[in-house]
């Protein structure tokens, strides 16, 4: 249980393009979710935090113009790179957080993430 | 703030040596600790997490113990296998404004080699 279902896997676009990235709970509803960016051999880096239903909160230095993040329902979060250019190729990874209608244990569980390139 | 330190890789073993893997924390609060793993082309998994002083996390034959005093949450696994190669990532989790929050170490990838 708690699976976690991120798509695309790959996306390449011309510069300039708009890129939406979907994040899906499909087994748990997820109150909240979490966008990451992950550079090469580096770490995680929190983009945003979302809650169901509410305006993303963004961590400094993150463009919310530029990444846009709507969580729209408990097992659907987008993220939109808009206007994407070379710099922003990256790996993208989603997490969600809620609890399992079997146990109801709270869980975190993350997407297989979604590289971004762009020519 | 936060943050999450622990030893730069790649580390490379020979199957059925003893892995230590350290990391360090920085934390305002009482976080709970947590170690992830990466194989190659998948997401983050969650190995094993402890969530107050003197807690040991295991599983898979991987243990860290909780550290307060010396704010440290060590990886160990005694003998490992060529399926262990991956990449490791130590974090913490806290609250911010909009819940919880986890901050991620820089990783370390462990080669193991027959």
């Given at each position: 249980g708690a699976v976690v279902s991120q798509h695309p896997s790959w996306v390449i676009c011309k510069s300039g393009t708009s890129v939406k990235i979907e994040c899906r709970s499909l087994d748990f509803q997820a109150t909240t979710m979490f966008w990451y960016r992950q550079f090469p051999k580096q770490s995680l880096m929190l983009m945003a935090t979302s809650n169901e239903g509410s305006k993303a909160t963004y961590e400094q230095g993150v463009e919310k113009d530029k990444f846009l993040i709507n969580?729209?329902?408990?097992?659907l979060s987008t993220l939109t790179v808009t206007s994407?250019?070379?710099?922003?190729?990256s790996f993208y990874i989603c997490s969600a957080m809620g609890r399992t209608a079997i146990s109801g244990a709270n869980v975190l569980t993350f997407g297989a993430g979604s590289r971004l390139t762009v020519l | 703030g936060n943050s999450v330190t622990q030893m730069e890789g790649p580390v490379t073993l020979s199957e059925e040596a003893f892995l230590t893997i350290n990391c360090t924390y920085t934390a305002t609060g009482y976080p709970s600790l947590f170690w992830y793993v990466q194989y190659p082309g998948e997401g983050l998994q969650l190995l094993l997490k402890a969530t107050k002083a003197d807690d040991k996390g295991s599983n898979k034959g991987f243990e860290a113990t909780y550290r307060k005093e010396t704010t440290s949450f060590h990886l160990e696994k005694g003998s490992v296998q060529v399926s262990d190669s991956a990449v490791y990532f130590c974090a913490l989790s806290d609250r911010n404004n909009a819940g919880n929050m986890l901050t991620f170490g820089g990783g370390t990838r462990l080669m193991v080699k027959p």
């Open positions: 969580h729209a329902s408990l097992t994407a250019h070379p710099e922003d190729s | -």
